[in-house]
Protein backbone atom coordinates (compact mmCIF):
# COMPACT_ATOMS: atom_id res chain seq x y z
CA UNK A 1 0.00 0.00 0.00
CA UNK A 2 0.46 3.66 0.01
CA UNK A 3 3.52 4.76 2.44
CA UNK A 4 3.48 7.83 3.56
CA UNK A 5 4.25 11.07 1.58
CA UNK A 6 5.28 14.13 2.25
CA UNK A 7 5.85 17.41 -0.60
CA UNK A 8 7.20 19.14 -1.93
CA UNK A 9 10.77 17.21 -1.80
CA UNK A 10 12.67 20.53 -2.13
CA UNK A 11 11.99 24.20 -1.14
CA UNK A 12 14.43 27.27 -1.33
CA UNK A 13 13.00 30.25 0.23
CA UNK A 14 14.34 33.60 0.67
CA UNK A 15 14.80 34.40 4.47
CA UNK A 16 11.87 35.86 6.24
CA UNK A 17 9.65 34.16 3.79
CA UNK A 18 6.86 31.20 5.38
CA UNK A 19 6.95 28.22 4.48
CA UNK A 20 4.46 25.27 4.50
CA UNK A 21 5.58 21.63 4.48
CA UNK A 22 2.77 18.87 4.03
CA UNK A 23 2.67 15.22 4.82
CA UNK A 24 0.13 13.01 4.12
CA UNK A 25 0.49 9.55 6.51
CA UNK A 26 -0.50 6.42 5.89
CA UNK A 27 -4.24 5.13 5.25
CA UNK A 28 -5.24 4.32 8.93
CA UNK A 29 -2.70 5.19 11.07
CA UNK A 30 -3.46 7.70 14.10
CA UNK A 31 -0.27 8.87 15.03
CA UNK A 32 1.82 11.37 13.33
CA UNK A 33 5.10 12.85 14.30
CA UNK A 34 7.14 15.63 12.36
CA UNK A 35 11.35 15.66 12.55
CA UNK A 36 13.94 17.73 11.87
CA UNK A 37 17.71 16.00 10.41
CA UNK A 38 20.31 19.09 9.70
CA UNK A 39 23.90 18.26 9.92
CA UNK A 40 24.41 19.68 13.36
CA UNK A 41 21.88 18.52 15.50
CA UNK A 42 21.10 15.18 13.78
CA UNK A 43 17.67 14.04 13.65
CA UNK A 44 15.24 16.18 16.25
CA UNK A 45 11.62 15.29 17.21
CA UNK A 46 9.49 18.19 16.68
CA UNK A 47 5.36 17.77 16.97
CA UNK A 48 3.18 14.55 17.48
CA UNK A 49 -0.01 14.32 16.67
CA UNK A 50 -2.24 10.83 18.84
CA UNK A 51 -5.95 10.86 17.27
CA UNK A 52 -7.63 14.20 18.79
CA UNK A 53 -5.67 14.50 21.87
CA UNK A 54 -3.81 17.69 21.74
CA UNK A 55 -0.81 17.52 20.36
CA UNK A 56 2.96 17.03 21.96
CA UNK A 57 4.27 20.41 21.20
CA UNK A 58 7.34 20.16 23.35
CA UNK A 59 10.08 19.38 20.13
CA UNK A 60 9.19 23.04 18.32
CA UNK A 61 12.30 25.25 18.49
CA UNK A 62 10.59 28.53 18.43
CA UNK A 63 7.48 30.03 18.09
CA UNK A 64 7.71 30.39 14.69
CA UNK A 65 7.21 26.53 13.80
CA UNK A 66 3.35 25.16 13.93
CA UNK A 67 1.81 22.89 12.62
CA UNK A 68 -1.85 21.22 12.11
CA UNK A 69 -3.36 18.07 11.44
CA UNK A 70 -7.05 18.06 9.97
CA UNK A 71 -9.60 15.27 10.29
CA UNK A 72 -7.07 13.16 11.73
CA UNK A 73 -4.84 12.80 8.56
CA UNK A 74 -2.84 14.94 6.90
CA UNK A 75 -0.92 17.62 8.18
CA UNK A 76 0.88 20.83 7.60
CA UNK A 77 4.29 22.07 9.41
CA UNK A 78 4.59 25.89 9.03
CA UNK A 79 7.37 27.70 9.64
CA UNK A 80 7.18 31.62 9.61
CA UNK A 81 10.11 33.89 8.91
CA UNK A 82 12.14 31.57 7.77
CA UNK A 83 15.66 31.76 9.11
CA UNK A 84 19.00 30.35 7.41
CA UNK A 85 18.98 27.56 10.56
CA UNK A 86 16.07 26.17 9.45
CA UNK A 87 17.85 24.56 6.31
CA UNK A 88 16.98 20.96 7.35
CA UNK A 89 15.38 17.95 5.93
CA UNK A 90 12.05 17.74 7.33
CA UNK A 91 10.52 14.22 7.92
CA UNK A 92 7.23 12.51 8.84
CA UNK A 93 6.23 9.54 10.11
CA UNK A 94 3.23 7.74 11.05
CA UNK A 95 2.47 4.25 13.14
CA UNK A 96 -0.91 2.94 14.08
CA UNK A 97 -0.85 4.80 17.19
CA UNK A 98 -2.33 1.78 19.39
CA UNK A 99 -1.68 0.74 23.40
CA UNK A 100 0.63 -2.44 22.30
CA UNK A 101 4.65 -1.61 21.40
CA UNK A 102 4.42 -3.90 18.13
CA UNK A 103 2.01 -1.11 16.87
CA UNK A 104 3.55 1.70 17.35
CA UNK A 105 6.88 1.35 14.54
CA UNK A 106 6.99 4.15 12.88
CA UNK A 107 7.36 4.75 8.86
CA UNK A 108 8.99 7.94 7.67
CA UNK A 109 8.11 9.84 4.47
CA UNK A 110 11.12 10.79 1.94
CA UNK A 111 11.57 13.86 3.43
CA UNK A 112 11.20 17.57 2.69
CA UNK A 113 14.83 19.50 2.10
CA UNK A 114 13.98 23.25 3.03
CA UNK A 115 17.27 25.77 2.13
CA UNK A 116 16.96 29.43 3.17
CA UNK A 117 18.94 31.68 1.05
CA UNK B 1 15.31 13.09 29.64
CA UNK B 2 15.91 10.00 27.65
CA UNK B 3 19.25 9.71 25.14
CA UNK B 4 21.09 7.44 22.83
CA UNK B 5 25.13 7.85 22.75
CA UNK B 6 26.11 5.90 18.99
CA UNK B 7 29.23 5.66 17.82
CA UNK B 8 30.60 8.67 15.74
CA UNK B 9 31.70 7.12 12.27
CA UNK B 10 32.54 7.40 9.44
CA UNK B 11 33.12 3.64 9.73
CA UNK B 12 34.93 2.62 6.29
CA UNK B 13 35.39 -1.64 6.02
CA UNK B 14 36.23 -4.43 3.28
CA UNK B 15 33.30 -6.31 1.75
CA UNK B 16 32.90 -9.34 4.57
CA UNK B 17 34.72 -7.48 6.65
CA UNK B 18 32.58 -8.07 10.42
CA UNK B 19 30.41 -5.17 11.72
CA UNK B 20 29.61 -3.54 15.12
CA UNK B 21 28.36 0.03 15.42
CA UNK B 22 27.67 0.76 19.43
CA UNK B 23 24.79 1.98 21.08
CA UNK B 24 24.07 2.71 24.65
CA UNK B 25 20.68 4.50 26.09
CA UNK B 26 19.70 6.29 28.86
CA UNK B 27 16.02 6.34 29.74
CA UNK B 28 13.55 7.25 32.44
CA UNK B 29 11.07 4.14 31.45
CA UNK B 30 11.03 0.76 29.69
CA UNK B 31 12.09 1.87 25.85
CA UNK B 32 11.69 -0.15 23.10
CA UNK B 33 15.08 0.10 21.22
CA UNK B 34 15.47 0.65 17.04
CA UNK B 35 17.89 0.68 14.11
CA UNK B 36 16.98 2.66 11.64
CA UNK B 37 18.65 2.85 7.79
CA UNK B 38 19.07 5.55 5.28
CA UNK B 39 20.52 4.57 2.32
CA UNK B 40 22.54 7.36 0.04
CA UNK B 41 19.14 9.50 -1.19
CA UNK B 42 16.69 7.19 0.31
CA UNK B 43 14.68 7.97 3.66
CA UNK B 44 14.46 6.58 6.71
CA UNK B 45 13.79 2.79 7.34
CA UNK B 46 13.57 0.89 9.91
CA UNK B 47 16.06 -1.98 9.72
CA UNK B 48 15.28 -3.81 12.84
CA UNK B 49 13.97 -3.25 16.77
CA UNK B 50 13.38 -5.19 20.30
CA UNK B 51 10.54 -4.92 22.54
CA UNK B 52 12.04 -6.03 25.72
CA UNK B 53 15.30 -7.28 27.07
CA UNK B 54 17.37 -10.09 25.58
CA UNK B 55 15.00 -9.91 22.74
CA UNK B 56 17.14 -9.91 19.39
CA UNK B 57 16.30 -8.18 16.44
CA UNK B 58 17.63 -9.69 13.38
CA UNK B 59 17.26 -8.33 9.66
CA UNK B 60 18.96 -8.79 6.00
CA UNK B 61 22.02 -10.64 8.41
CA UNK B 62 21.72 -7.81 10.91
CA UNK B 63 21.50 -8.43 14.55
CA UNK B 64 20.84 -6.55 17.45
CA UNK B 65 20.43 -7.60 21.46
CA UNK B 66 18.57 -5.29 24.07
CA UNK B 67 20.87 -5.74 26.50
CA UNK B 68 19.03 -4.16 29.80
CA UNK B 69 21.93 -4.74 32.16
CA UNK B 70 24.35 -2.64 30.47
CA UNK B 71 21.53 -0.21 28.32
CA UNK B 72 23.01 -1.53 25.37
CA UNK B 73 21.58 -2.08 21.51
CA UNK B 74 24.68 -2.77 19.38
CA UNK B 75 24.42 -3.71 15.83
CA UNK B 76 26.39 -6.63 14.36
CA UNK B 77 26.82 -8.42 11.01
CA UNK B 78 28.65 -10.72 10.09
CA UNK B 79 29.61 -10.01 6.58
CA UNK B 80 28.64 -6.67 4.89
CA UNK B 81 28.25 -5.82 1.56
CA UNK B 82 29.13 -2.99 -0.53
CA UNK B 83 25.38 -2.52 -0.29
CA UNK B 84 25.32 -1.81 2.99
CA UNK B 85 26.64 1.21 2.81
CA UNK B 86 24.73 3.73 4.34
CA UNK B 87 23.90 5.69 7.58
CA UNK B 88 22.69 3.85 10.57
CA UNK B 89 20.67 5.48 13.34
CA UNK B 90 20.15 3.91 16.82
CA UNK B 91 17.10 4.96 18.54
CA UNK B 92 14.78 4.81 21.34
CA UNK B 93 10.91 5.17 22.15
CA UNK B 94 10.02 5.36 25.84
CA UNK B 95 6.39 3.88 25.49
CA UNK B 96 5.90 3.12 29.36
CA UNK B 97 4.79 7.06 29.23
CA UNK B 98 2.48 6.52 25.80
CA UNK B 99 2.89 6.58 22.32
CA UNK B 100 5.82 8.86 22.32
CA UNK B 101 8.17 10.43 19.40
CA UNK B 102 11.79 8.80 19.21
CA UNK B 103 15.23 9.34 20.18
CA UNK B 104 17.61 8.97 18.10
CA UNK B 105 21.41 8.93 18.27
CA UNK B 106 23.75 10.71 15.86
CA UNK B 107 23.95 8.37 13.31
CA UNK B 108 26.87 6.63 11.95
CA UNK B 109 28.34 6.53 8.23
CA UNK B 110 29.29 3.04 7.12
CA UNK B 111 30.86 2.60 3.45
CA UNK B 112 31.81 -0.58 2.62
CA UNK B 113 34.15 -0.87 -0.28
CA UNK B 114 34.84 -3.79 -2.26
Known amino acids: GAGVSQSPSNKVTEKGKDVELRCDPISGHTALYWYRQSLGQGLEFLIY????????KSGLPSDRFSAERTGGSVSTLTIQRTQQEDSAVYLC???????????????FGPGTRLTVT | GDSVTQMEGPVTLSEEAFLTINCTYT??????LFWYVQYPGEGLQLLLK?????DKGSNKGFEATYRKETTSFHLEKGSVQVSDSAVYFC?????????????FGKGTRLSVIA
Open chain 2, 50 to 54: ATKAD
Open chain 2, 27 to 32: ATGYPS
Open chain 1, 93 to 107: ASSLGGASKGQNEQY
Open chain 2, 91 to 103: ALSDYSSGNTPLV
Open chain 1, 49 to 56: FQGNSAPD
